[in-house]
């Protein structure tokens, strides 16, 4: 059984004609809270998958302490689909055996598309539509697949 803990990026800067790149945008003062105040409530994890851009890591790093690897960086969380994201997911836990608590930090849309299909998958229907706002996380249990897992709990950031 998986437990998969799936975080959005706390809150961000903008883009700006100071701060053109996407990519290197650093967290607001609500965002290092966000994450801060999500580091106290999460549990011992196995693993900590993070996306390559700024907030993402931003928003980790105080997570970093709960996991025994620290970061691992994939940028499939930063520039992939929710397809892509399962694709990585079922990678990394294929040799698994037992129970596994991971977590993974990423951006929007791609985290609300994957915590839909994974709760509701895609088979003859839409996947379950939610969305993810800034320092939110959704807990989820079972295995990685479209519509293998449970939704344990979402918690607003």
């Known amino acids: ?11 961000a800067e903008p883009v700006t004609p100071a701060q053109p ?11 290092h809270a966000q994450a801060a105040a999500l580091a106290g ?15 993402a890591v931003e928003t980790a790093t ?11 960086v994939r940028d499939a969380l930063a520039y992939g689909s929710a397809r892509d994201v399962i694709a990585l997911l079922e990678a990394e836990t294929r ?4 129970p596994l608590r991971l977590a993974i930090v ?16 895609t088979v003859g ?3 379950a539509r939610i969305k993810m706002r800034k320092g939110a996380a959704a ?8 519509g293998g897992m449970t939704l344990i709990a979402l918690q607003r950031g």
């Open 1 to 11: 059984m998986i437990e998969l803990w799936v975080i959005r990026h706390g809150d």
């Open 21 to 31: 790149s996407d990519a290197e945008r650093p967290l607001t003062e609500k965002g």
């Open 41 to 55: 409530r999460l549990p011992p994890l196995d693993r900590l998958l993070v996306s390559p851009l700024r907030r």
């Open 62 to 72: 105080p997570l970093a302490a709960h996991a025994p690897d620290g970061l691992e």
């Open 95 to 98: 040799e698994v055996r037992g």
């Open 106 to 121: 990423g951006h929007e849309p791609t985290l609300s598309e994957l915590v839909g299909r994974m709760i509701a998958g």
């Open 125 to 127: 229907a839409p996947p």
């Open 139 to 146: 807990v989820l249990q079972g295995s990685v697949l479209d």
